[in-house]
Structure formats: C-alpha cells, structure tokens
Nanobody
C-alpha cells in the first residue's frame, strides 16, 4: 500500500503559478508511475501528467503541455507539479496517484492507478 498526501493548492489569478507537492510513503518502490489528475465541479476526473519512477518518462495532457511540468525527488519520496500560465479552466481538485502497471498505452486512465491522495483545491480567478 502507498499513502499519498498532496499540498500546495490555493487561489491564484489567471496567468499566475502554483507548485503542487505529493508526499509518498509505504511501498512506493512497487509503483512504476506517479501522476496527477484533476476534477472540476460537475466533470469527470481527467488526466493531467504522469512520470515514471526513474523520472525518465513523462506524459502530459494536451491541455497543459508547455504550461505544467511534472518532476519527482525519490530521495524525498515526493512528486511535484509546477503549474505556470494558469487559466480559469485549470480550476479543479488536483489528485496525486500512483500505479504499478502504468505503460505508454494506459497512463491516462485513472482506473490503472491504485493509490490516491485526498486532493488539493486549485482555484484560478479571471
């Protein structure tokens, strides 16, 4: 089992930046990918970005490419999401997730991730 705790959410104006953090504990070595998803009110949860355990592979949703950057620090058992040029449509609860069978063909499917954090609210005002 892997425990995940997000932090860093908040209220920011459009065009601003935020950095989300995800602290992991437990059997983190068994997960080959960690990622971020988000869910806006009234919408389904959607994929944002994911990163391999080694950090050598990253994938992004088209809607955040060029604006968001995912990274991780294995020594600190932490993952990060740097969000720049934020837009009102980025407003959502952001979730950290981890999975042990994540590959290039399924990284965007939330059902493939078996460990989830409680979420952190990001609100972007116009």
């Amino acid at each position: 089992q892997v425990q995940l705790v997000e932090s860093g959410g908040g209220l920011v104006q459009a065009g601003g930046s935020l950095r989300l953090s995800c602290a992991a504990s437990g059997r983190t070595f068994s997960r080959n990918f960690m990622g971020w998803f988000r869910q806006a009110p009234g919408k389904d949860r959607e994929f944002v970005a994911t990163i391999s355990w080694t950090g050598s592979s990253t994938y992004y949703a088209d809607s955040v490419k060029g604006r968001f950057a995912i990274s991780k620090d294995n020594a600190k058992s932490s993952m990060y999401l740097q969000m720049n040029s934020l837009k009102p449509e980025d407003t959502a609860v952001y979730y950290c997730a981890a999975g042990e069978r994540i590959y290039y063909y399924n990284y965007g499917r939330d059902g493939q991730y078996d460990s989830w954090g409680q979420g952190t609210q990001v609100t972007v005002s116009s």
